[in-house]
């Protein structure tokens, strides 16, 4: 039986783009259309910002490791 194909990762700099990207449209909602939902797009900019700048390291030092005999 041939096996299953692991799913690939999202590379976590990609979320941390999605993050900044919800960040920015937060800010201009807040200066334009509607403070509470440029509050929740803020907020969930920077949380996805910070965890995949978090992964990213955390990705970063698991092949720094491999490297390393």
Not at 29 to 50: S, Y
């Amino acid at each position: 039986m041939s096996q299953q194909p692991k799913p690939k990762q999202t590379n976590p700099l990609v979320i941390s783009m999605l993050g900044l990207i919800l960040v920015v449209f937060g800010i201009v909602d807040i200066i334009t259309v509607n403070k509470l939902l440029g509050t929740v797009l803020l907020a969930a900019g920077l949380v996805l910002g910070i965890s995949g700048l978090q992964r990213y390291k955390l990705l970063k030092a698991q092949l720094k490791q491999k490297k390393q005999p």
